[in-house]
């Protein structure tokens, strides 16, 4: 399971989380882990988030499933990826060596698994989203 949290930097400008990984493979990536025996998708979301970037979270979707056999080369893993908001003060924890918030243009660093795919993935339904937002005018009173 992986998470994509979205959240204001230091600056007030919106961009989503990273951690750097201190275990292999090494890399960047989003946030995420596995699910405990009688654990939800939901609540190990919302755990790992917690553990790795020390921010609570709210989940508002789930973006996809990822089961490339490929998509991690430790084993074959299947991935569940919401999207969540975070608050807080994000600080890199657990499993999190480091931690960044970055918007799409600034995402420059090398990114593990299949997450570059994730984020294009996300970013591609941000853009939907915000087309299909303004296209709907509120209606007129008269």
Known sequence: MDIIIEIRDARGREGIVLIERKN????????????????????????????????????????????DPARDPRRHTISTVFVARGRGTPRAADDAKDLRIRA???????LAFDHEKILKDYFAWKRRERRARRRIKPASRG
């Open 104 to 110: 799409e243009r600034e995402i420059d660093v090398p």
């Open 24 to 67: 292999p493979p090494p890399g960047w990536a989003l946030p995420g882990g596995f699910v405990d025996y009688g654990e939800s998708l939901e609540a190990a979301a919302v755990r790992e988030a917690l553990e790795e970037t020390s921010l609570r979270v709210r989940l508002v979707g789930q973006l996809g499933t990822y089961s």
